[in-house]
């Protein structure tokens, strides 16, 4: 079967696109490797900022009005998100529309004008956005524990930057940016769903016309922990949320996948060990979940879980000793096939929408030199044994990688206790 077909343009940007049977949806999405890790300190926030002017007007629709007119008179769906990493910009039409939006997308990129009145006004939006993010923990504590791992460097920093920051841009800022980290250098199409017969011409028609640039790389990660780390936002809060996980370093390929399938036994499903433990046995929090972020050169796996005030330490000692418990003893049987069998029914739902497939493939271009195709993610999952979890286990969660973030009214004393608790050390 034919999952993808992968190409480069005249200007030598990647093109995939990716075929989709039994949907009448196109999604175009293109992602620019940069984000808030290729900035600096005066740059922090300006990825993230930069990715809403793109909806403010191009040289040929000269306003938002007229551009969000355009976009939504196709019918479609679109959007934007920036990452640590990347950031992409999307629509999701009817078949017949894959042209408009090919069209649309690439004026954005390519002709946008960041007028300096709506930057101004776009602060405020972007405040906003900060303080929203400010008042959910369980949306916060993630920012928290990535400044806890990596501190005052790109990897710690939040990608939407600080509010004085976000005040202080200007025009300039966002132009000397945008030719830097924008252009065929960092920038690939993705198109996926029903697509048209003529969807390499299209691609090269509105896309190959991108311009080089002279694309700055991001500051590696440099990985100094020694001893286990704790870092807290006092907020009042009616309950305590935390994140409690370890650093992973450098990975291959293979232990991506180990780890991943690793968080997943531990609290990735509501039969999930933390699930079962935290929550059903001992009625510690309503959200437990164990995940995982992996970067292009680091990442981390980690528990996040709102705990009821008074429980945090019992909740903290809970989690470890679930890590510590599958150093120990391998997983059984039927909870490994369940968990593959898991990971193969989500994917082929989350793979239904041509979305969801332009947003897989997307990724790849970002993280991977060979793309890999459902079934051959499905292959490598069946191919990892509960002797890999172990040893996998046994290599990351050490004392030396652990790390705790909290939000909520800590005292003294707690963070003290919980300082004391974090140790895999019987």
């Known amino acids: 079967m034919k999952y993808y077909s992968i190409d480069k343009l005249s200007n030598k940007m990647p093109f995939i696109a990716a075929p989709l049977i039994g949907t009448e949806t196109v999604t175009v999405l293109v992602m620019i490797k940069t984000g808030s890790k290729y900035e600096n300190r005066k740059e922090s926030g300006l990825s993230h900022f930069l990715e809403h002017m793109f909806f403010k007007g191009t040289s040929k629709r000269p306003s938002a009005k007229l551009l969000s007119i355009e976009l939504d008179a196709i019918g479609g769906e679109y959007n934007a998100f920036t990452c640590k990493e990347y950031t992409g910009y999307w629509i999701k039409v009817a078949s017949e529309k894959t042209e408009k939006a090919l069209e649309l997308v690439s004026d954005m990129l390519l002709n946008s004008q960041f007028p300096a009145e709506e930057i101004e006004r776009e602060k405020g939006v972007i405040v906003e956005e900060i303080n929203m993010y400010e008042d959910n923990p369980l949306m916060k504590i993630e920012d928290v524990f990535e400044e806890c791992l990596y501190g005052d460097t790109p990897a710690g920093w939040d990608t939407a930057g600080t509010v004085a920051n976000v005040k202080a841009f200007k025009r300039p800022d966002f132009i000397k940016y945008f030719t830097k980290q924008y252009g065929a250098k960092s920038s690939s199409l993705i198109v996926a769903g029903k697509l048209p017969k003529n969807i390499n011409r299209l691609a090269q028609k509105y896309f190959g016309i991108t311009p080089d640039n002279n694309w700055q790389d991001k500051v590696k990660v440099k990985e100094v922990q020694k001893v286990s ?48 433990e935290v929550r059903e046995r001992r009625g510690l929090a309503y959200f437990v979940r164990t995940n995982t972020e992996l970067y292009s050169d680091t990442g981390y796996l980690t528990t996040a879980a709102g705990i009821k005030r008074g429980h945090e330490e019992e909740a903290v000692k809970v989690i470890i000793s679930e890590y510590k418990k599958i150093t120990k003893e391998l997983v059984l049987t039927d909870e490994l096939r369940r968990t593959k069998d898991m990971i193969k029914g989500r994917m082929a739902i989350s793979l239904e929408a041509s979305d969801d497939l332009a947003s897989w493939y997307g990724r790849q271009l970002i993280y991977r030199k060979k793309y890999l195709s459902p079934e051959d993610y499905i292959n490598i999952i069946e191919k990892i044994s509960a002797l890999d979890l172990k040893k996998m286990a046994q290599r990351i969660f050490t004392n030396a990688n652990l790390n705790l973030a909290l ?19 019987d």
């Open 229 to 276: 780390a704790l870092k807290k936002v006092t907020k009042k809060t009616d309950q305590v949320t935390l994140s409690l996980g370890v650093r992973l370093g450098k990975f291959s390929e293979k232990d991506e996948f180990i780890v991943k399938m690793l968080a997943i036994v531990l609290g990735g499903s509501m039969s999930s060990r933390m699930f079962s």
């Open 407 to 425: 939000i909520g009214s800590i005292s003294t004393k707690l963070e003290t206790n919980l300082k004391k608790a974090l140790t895999f050390n």
